[in-house]
């Protein structure tokens, strides 16, 4: 009797490992709202990676400020208005769900004046240290990746919003209605 009943525990736990999930309609308002999640999640991936690069941009135009207050001769009020403008680009910065081209431009314009003004600073003979110079080159590299992470960002976010726009209907009520809006992109809109 305990043979028989290990043997009918051990069958039952076998055919239910065995089991094949049941298969999703990919026609239904649940495999909309799934698919809907991962390409959200390709959207924030992107933003997430672009934001990181910016802040890295950030961090180190701190750190050759930071250098040049220390060099003899350096132009401290200069250098202050110089920090001040550096410290306030991420709250000067675009927002994901709510980001403008006005908005994009003025942060542009502001993170393109302090790395103008940076490297005028930087080229200035006795100015620079080597990780000054090297810190600036590595600020280059941020800069020069600003525009794929923008059309990496704008090509998952047009995927998300299509997606959204053509599965509209069975989405309805599955998600918020945060969820279900459409997000703004960088490319300018005809």
């Not at 927002?95 to 005028?120: E, F, K, N, V, W």
Request: hydrophobic fraction near 40%; aromatic fraction near 6%.
């Amino acid at each position: 009797m305990k043979n028989t009943v290990w043997l009918a525990l051990m069958l039952a736990a076998f055919t239910a490992c065995n089991r094949t999930p049941k298969a999703v309609d990919p026609a239904s308002a649940s495999a909309a709202k799934e698919q809907l999640s991962v390409l959200r999640d390709s959207v924030d991936v992107r933003w997430t990676q672009m934001m990181a690069s910016d802040d890295a941009k950030i961090v180190a135009q701190a750190q050759i400020l930071n250098e040049l207050e220390r060099s003899p001769g350096a132009n401290q009020p200069q250098l202050q208005l110089l920090d001040r403008a550096n410290s306030r680009l991420k709250a000067l910065r675009y927002q994901q769900l709510s980001m403008q081209s006005a908005q994009i431009d003025r942060y542009d314009s502001a993170q393109d004046s302090l790395l103008t003004a940076l490297r005028g600073l930087v080229t200035t003979p006795g100015a620079a240290s080597t990780t000054v110079q090297n810190t600036l080159e590595t600020i280059g590299q941020y800069d020069g990746q600003v525009v794929g992470y923008r059309v990496q960002y704008d090509r998952a976010a047009k995927q998300f919003n299509s997606y959204l726009q053509l599965h509209e209907s069975q989405l309805q009520g599955k998600a918020s209605s945060k969820t279900l809006a459409p997000l703004p992109l960088f490319e300018l809109q005809n």
